[in-house]
């Protein structure tokens, strides 16, 4: 029945359409039809007017009102925000990023707690006490060769400290030899 050849038959409104209603009708219909078709082209002209004459009347007492294109824009924003705001596609939407941003949010904090205890535990292991020795020895052999060495060695972040404050200083006065320079001559 799908594959049928036949051709597709018209439908009646397509045949009424096909019709040539001109040679059917008499003429005094015909002029009866004329007649109404000016007198519709006219209430729709009339129509057109009136609509006009009240939007203008509208717009007068808005202007009166002290109602401008931005208040109503914001009433209507307003009035849509709050329809959107209690459908309840919105609402359901709204529980699902709130209950989203929760687990992310414990995801989160369970990731930095992980990660703060990794490190706890890295910088007991012995790669990072070996670590720490040779960052200290090349911070005692740098201070012995500026000439600083006169500080008792300490905690990893007191030499990494003092490191920091010789390569400060050494940049420093590596900047201001060039001054020093234009001030000899």
């Known amino acids: ?105 414990a995801a989160i904090t369970n990731v930095g707690s992980a990660i703060g205890k990794k490190l706890g535990d890295m910088r007991n292991s012995p790669t990072f006490k070996s670590f720490e020795e040779r960052v200290e020895n090349t911070v005692t052999t740098l201070k012995a060769k500026v000439g600083t060495t006169n500080q008792p060695q300490g905690s990893f972040e007191e030499v990494l400290s003092s490191t920091a404050h010789a390569s400060a200083q050494s940049s420093l006065a590596g900047s201001l030899l060039p001054e020093a320079e234009e001030e000899i001559q």
């Open 1 to 105: 029945d799908l594959l049928d050849t036949q051709p597709l038959q018209e439908t009646d409104e397509e045949l009424v359409a096909d019709i040539d209603y001109t040679e059917i009708i008499s003429e005094e219909e015909k002029e009866e039809l004329k007649n109404e078709l000016v007198k519709l082209e006219d209430e729709i002209v009339t129509l057109r007017q009136v609509l006009a004459a009240k939007e203008k009347h509208l717009a007068e007492i808005k202007h009166k009102l002290g109602v401008s294109m931005m208040n109503e824009l914001k009433q209507n924003f307003s009035r849509s925000w709050h329809d959107v705001q209690t459908h309840s596609a919105y609402k359901k939407t709204q529980e699902t990023l709130s209950q989203a941003g929760m687990k992310a949010s």
